[in-house]
C-alpha cells in the first residue's frame, strides 16, 4: 500500500478528532509532531507525539 499524502517538516497537520500539530521529524512509516492545538482530554509529554503516515490529515 502506497501513501500519497505525506506530510513534509513544517506542514500542519490533524489527527485524532481535534488535534493538530506541526511535523518535526518524517520517518518511514510516521511522523513526530509537535502539538499545537488540542481540543481533547488526551494529555502529550512534552506536548510531541508520534503519529503513523495513514492517521493523519495534511492542512
Known sequence: ???N???GIGD???FKSGIK???EKIY???VIVSVTENNTDL???G???VVGHKNYDVI
Do not use: P
Request: without cysteine; hydrophobic residues 40%; aromatic residues 4%.
Open 47 to 49: 506536548n510531541k507525539t
Open 28 to 30: 518511514d512509516n510516521s
Open 12 to 14: 500542519e497537520i490533524s
Open 5 to 7: 499524502n505525506i506530510a
Open 43 to 45: 494529555e502529550f509529554e
Open 21 to 23: 500539530g506541526v511535523v
Open 1 to 3: 500500500m502506497e501513501i
